[in-house]
């Protein structure tokens, strides 16, 4: 479990479950895998989607004021590429997604994935089973990161 | 089987087999998915993929007209992000795949992989075990989805 | 182990092992994945990352001159997608990754990630049990590529 890089956070996992989850229209994504997350015991995991979103808003983090900036993109997008995990925050399932949106051009948009209202969504969700992966207050960068006990 | 939440289809996976792969240039990134999953009997399936593209076609379906537009890109590419899934649609493998790509300045273009013509390309694709994963048209979209029988 | 088609080579893998990650400010992300792989005796895996990095240096590989193009990102960016995998070179662990950056607008930039320091990263590594995977000189593309014995 102790990582023999002190920057390193490692945590070990062992078998693990496939979920495969179609979202349908008018649901939020970040909400609905929290949701799916809550109703299966999902404590760890990581998950890509793909698809097409009615709108979203996208975080981008200033690494200076460390404060989200919030981008609110008001059009129907591609869900071109969406990484994510899911680990526990204050006890509940806390999901942490990033995003790459298209639009009708090609053109692309992405970041933090703060909201995203689904016209189809397809989700591959990797149930993790091992240590428990808690979000707490990191002061170098004033997030919820992952910590080693 | 069945999700708790309406709007969201859940199949669940058990044993999984991961194959590592490598397409040569100027085969078709979508196609060759299509050919392994067929010969090796993938019925469902998820995957990723990085490498370079010759040339490409994405598409971006629009959610008004329900029409897909396709982006025909004549330059050589990378192949910067590739997340895809197989399933079943009229009882034969079916790829869906979603992509980015980025020019010689790290610009980019994304949307749906209609077609990617390969300079070189690596693949990790997920076999999974379970529940039949089939298309079906959905009316909402026009799309064809998996839906929970 | 042999692909049935000529322009694919196709590698199969059985159990796996599942790591997840948080890099901490100031490491390289590249460097920091390939001595995890190092000290846990990944000879081949698949990953995903998402958080921020400070700085980047993508790649691009010019598909005529075969030369990389270095693109220089000084800025604070989302790491809104990376992908990538672990295979053998020269019998080490070697890493090759491709990632999109997104700015405070969303507004992105991609390619192969030669370095990407770290502000926060949170990674999913999937240690493969199996064949080598190990790179050797294509003369097509003058890359190290996966070559199946």
Not at 32 to 50: D, N, Q
Request: proline fraction near 2%; charge should be negative.
């Amino acid at each position: 479990m102790k990582a023999r890089h002190d920057p390193i956070c490692l945590f070990e996992f062992g078998a693990s479950k496939e979920l495969v989850l179609r979202f349908k229209d008018d649901v939020d994504l970040v909400q609905s895998i929290t949701e799916v997350a809550r109703s299966k015991g999902v404590k760890a995991g990581t998950f890509t989607a793909i698809g097409a979103l009615k709108s979203a808003k996208l975080g981008y983090y200033d690494q200076r004021s460390h404060e989200y900036r919030e981008i609110k993109i008001e059009a129907a997008m591609e869900l071109a590429s969406c990484t994510g995990n899911i680990s526990l925050k204050g006890g509940e399932p806390f999901v942490h997604a990033h995003a790459v949106l298209s639009d009708e051009k090609g053109n692309t948009r992405a970041g933090h994935l703060l909201e995203g209202i689904v016209f189809a969504a397809e989700v591959h969700l990797t149930q993790l089973e091992g240590p428990g992966l808690e979000r707490r207050y990191d002061k170098v960068t004033e997030l919820m990161l992952w910590v080693m006990e």
